[in-house]
Structures are given as C-alpha cells and as structure tokens.
C-alpha cells in the first residue's frame, strides 16, 4: 500500500508521494504534509524485541516512504549511524528511565533523525529527476541547525543554510555553531528570536521569487528542520525501541502500557510519540513538558492556545517557542481531517494570537497530559536526579522530568514512565554546574563543560574536546528582514 501525503490545509484533494513531500519540506499553502491516513506497520513488538534502532527504523521508514526501495531506505539509514555505536540506550533511575537521544555528533536528540536527512533528500530528488543542486534551509534554536550543518557538510549537491537566534542559545551551542566546517555549509547569526527565524524560514520557502532566482542559477529549496516529514517520521522510531528494549530485558510483558514524558518546543518529538502510539505501541500517557514558556501545556490545560503573552529566555533554550508548528498536525487529526478548520485556527492565531477548539477536540487530547517547570524547578530536578542517582540530565531533560514528578504525584498512576533525556548535560555546563555546586561558573562555553566533566567524574565529550581552540569559520550575520538577501549572498547568486 502506498503512503501519499497531504497538506493539513489544503481542500482541493491534491496528495504527493512521500519523496516528493520530503523534497518540497513545506506545501505552499502554508500547511504541513501529513500522511492522507496512518500506515499499517504490522507491529510485531515481541519479534522486534531483538532488533537494532537501525532495523526498527527501517520498519518505520518502509510503511511511511513507501516509494522509496528497501535497498535505498537501507542505504540511508546505514550510512546515517555508520558513525554512532550507541543509540538510544535506556538509563534507569528510582523514578524509571531516561532515554538517552544525545549519543550523536551533536549531543542532542536531533542528530538521529538530521542524519538520515541528507541522504532522504538526495534520493527524493534522484526520484523526481532533479538535476539541481539542493539549497537547505532551518531555522534553529542551535540544536537542529547544527544537526544539519554536521550532517549536510562536505555532502556534494547540497549547500545547507541555517538561521540561528543569537541572544538564544547557549555559549557552547555557538562555539559549535561557528566551528562548522565545510565550504557547503553556513551558520547564520540572526539578530531575532527563535520565532522570528522559524516565520521567516517558512516564508522564504513559499517565496516563488527566490525559488525562480535559485532555479535560474540550478538549485532548488528544501527544508531540514522538524516540519520536514523526512525528519518527523524517523522519530517514531525511539518510541517503539524504548518499548522494545524493555521487552527484552523482561521489565515489562507485551502489552503493557508505559508514559512518556518528552521536553517540548515545536511539538514535533512528542507527535512522533502520537503516532507511535495509535500506531500500537502501548502508551499509556505522553506528557507533554514545556518550561516557563508555557503556551503548549496552557492549550492541552484549556483548550485555548494564547501566545499573548511575555516571552522569556530560559535554561532550556529550546523550548523557547511559541509557535508550536508541529501542533497543526495534531490540530488537523482533531478536526477530523478537516482542512478548512484546521487553517480557520492557525489564521486565527496569527491575526489574534490565540484560539480555542471546541468540546469534541478537546475531548480527544486524552492521551496528553501537560504541566511546566521554571528555571527554578529545573535547577532542583537537576540536583535531585543527581543526588538520587549519581546521575546528570540537561536541563530540557530535568524539564521533562519534573513534569513527569508533578504527573505522578497529582495522578497517583503507577505506569512506569521513559523520560526523553534530548541532549547532553556537556551542552549547558553552567546551568548544571550552578544546580549541583550552587555557584555560577565565571567561564563559559567549552572551559566549563571541563569543570563540568571534572565536578561529575566523566570525561568530556569527545565533540567537544575537539572544539577547544578551534578557530570560528563562520562569520554571517542577520536581521529577519534581510534573510532573503542573506542567502543570496551567501550563495553568491546572479540576479
Ligand atoms: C529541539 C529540542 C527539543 C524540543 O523538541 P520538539 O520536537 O521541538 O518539541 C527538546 N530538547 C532539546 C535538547 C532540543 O534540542
């Protein structure tokens, strides 16, 4: 059976193959493709209970990129974790598991499914005969963009562009950031926030002028961020092996129901944990954990997304959003695949900056639950997981945990709960340093993941060992206005 794509707004009909909605990234009617009806994936969860991330991937990738062939689908995902001994292994604690996401180039959950990207992609526009090169764009909160930018560097037919806000990431995300080799490759420091650089992605890629000025110097937009289905739908993947590898360790028996809780910005992670779910993976609860930026938990609370509200730059940067793109997926199943609607809320929210679903939407969000930790409860998650366990989360990690705390505590359900863990504590050495010594270090960046790696007794990370003193390359700054000129100049297009 074949898997088409659609856009969540669109009322004409028109589906794409899943090669073609990789390659687009973005419908141009400012949707976002979803699958025109979930794949049966025949989930034998017992027989799976041996197989490697690599193989449940491929499982996950053959029902969804139907037009893609298992030796190309094999091909991307081999090449994608050729580098990468560990993925995705379980961590217990008193409290369950962590998931560790982070084992990648870039510590953070991102890398799993940015590595698959550059291959999907090339493949998809071998598929559809393109004989341009590729112009990738993201707009990030450090982690994605870097993702990509490692993923994407010295791949030939592809230049990747990535967009990050300046003031919004942390030290060591921009040391990473602006160490980015590869002539094909450009970090752009943005003078803007998180949102700004994501509207203006997502304008840029709808912008038939400077898709007609790429096309007439041979290359051709495509987007590498969550958004992109190629990225989305891989994530599915962690939630069947968590599953699966507490099958094998006799922890649980098939079929029982486990929560996950998942630190969440643009709602792209946890919607995988969605699928998976009415997919048939047995999930009882997906908490949904944001920071003080709380916009998401406020909306599966009462039904009405509000961003009216003060924005704030917290320790888990990447929960800074307040467009929860990925949200429109979700909105659009609630609707009942009604596409009218679905844009009816999303106008609404970008000319009123909020909107309420009605009573039969919001009854479907059963399966969510949602709550927020603050800086301060961050910091005290961070320790109190430290002292419990002599073990250290990041802080959008400790941000997923304390939800989870306050779950069970409000609850009393028993379920045993998968905390995300979605990026290394060696990314935000300082607020780490600062929850478990209680004092602010005076460095910053790299030479406090040292202090950090000597405080808790671990060796550095070797990324980024490697960063310390190397020399910054990239050197392109912005405003949102000026992005469109930015990318022309970064690929020295003639008019
Ligand atoms: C991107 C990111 C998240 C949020 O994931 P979404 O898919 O945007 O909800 C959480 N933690 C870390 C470390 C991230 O980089």
Redesign the pocket.
């Known amino acids: 059976m074949e898997t088409l794509y659609r856009s969540t707004r669109d009322q004409t009909g028109h589906t794409v193959t899943a090669s073609q909605a990789i390659l687009q990234g973005l419908p141009q009617d400012g949707g976002l493709y979803v699958p025109v009806d979930l794949p049966d994936l025949n989930l034998d969860l017992a027989k799976l209970s041996t197989a490697s991330y690599q193989e449940i991937t491929y499982q996950v990738m053959q029902a969804f990129f139907s037009d893609f062939t298992a030796e190309e689908l094999r091909d991307c995902i081999n090449q994608a974790y050729a580098q990468q001994s560990t993925i995705a292994p379980l961590r217990k604690s008193q409290d369950g598991y962590f998931l560790e996401l982070?084992h990648g180039p870039t510590l953070?959950?991102?890398d799993l499914t940015m590595a698959l990207l550059p291959q999907l992609l090339l493949t998809a526009a071998q598929k559809q005969t393109s004989d341009k090169d590729l112009v990738v764009l993201t707009a990030t909160?450090?982690?994605?963009g870097k993702a990509a930018l490692t993923n994407f560097a010295g791949v030939t037919g592809v230049k990747a562009l990535s967009f990050y806000p300046e003031a919004d990431i942390s030290a060591i995300q921009k040391q990473q950031l602006v160490a980015q080799t590869g002539n094909n490759t450009a970090a752009i420091a943005l003078a803007g926030n998180f949102d700004q650089a994501q509207t203006q992605v997502k304008l840029l890629l709808n912008d038939q002028e400077l898709r007609q000025q790429l096309a007439r110097n041979h290359y051709q937009l495509a987007a590498a961020n969550?958004l992109n289905i190629g990225v989305l739908i891989p994530q599915i993947a962690y939630y069947i092996y968590a599953y699966t590898q507490l099958l094998n360790q006799k922890t649980i028996t098939l079929g029982t129901k486990i929560n996950f809780s998942?630190?969440?910005?643009?709602?792209?992670?946890?919607?995988a944990g969605y699928y998976a779910q009415q997919l048939g993976v047995p999930i009882n609860k997906l908490i949904c954990a944001t920071n003080r930026n709380d916009v998401l938990s406020h909306f599966f609370q009462t039904g009405t997304y509000d961003i009216n509200r003060k924005f704030y730059a917290t320790s888990?940067p990447?929960?800074d959003?307040f467009i929860?793109s990925?949200l429109e997926r979700l909105l659009f199943r609630l609707t009942g695949h009604n596409p009218e609607q679905t844009k009816r809320l999303m106008t609404t929210l970008i000319t009123t900056g909020h909107y309420e679903i009605n009573q039969a939407m919001f009854a479907e969000l059963t399966s969510f639950y949602a709550g927020s930790a603050d800086d301060a409860a961050i910091t005290k998650e961070i320790n109190r997981i430290f002292r419990e366990n002599q073990y250290t989360i990041?802080p959008?990690?400790a941000v997923a945990s304390a939800v989870a705390r306050q779950y069970h505590q409000q609850t009393n359900d028993k379920t045993l709960t998968i905390t995300l863990a979605?990026?290394s504590p060696f990314?935000f050495p300082n607020t780490i340093l600062a929850a478990l010594a209680g004092k602010r270090e005076s460095q910053d960046g790299i030479l406090a993941a040292q202090r950090l790696a000597d405080f808790i007794n671990l060796p550095l990370p070797d990324v980024l060992g490697k960063l310390i003193g190397a020399p910054a390359l990239q050197k392109w700054t912005t405003t949102p206005d000026k992005m469109y000129q930015t990318i022309i100049d970064v690929l020295r297009l003639h008019a």
């Open positions: 982070f953070s959950f991102k909160t450090g982690a994605a969550s998942v630190p969440t910005g643009n709602f792209g992670n946890i919607l888990a990447a929960l959003v929860a990925d990041d959008h990690t979605t990026a990314k």
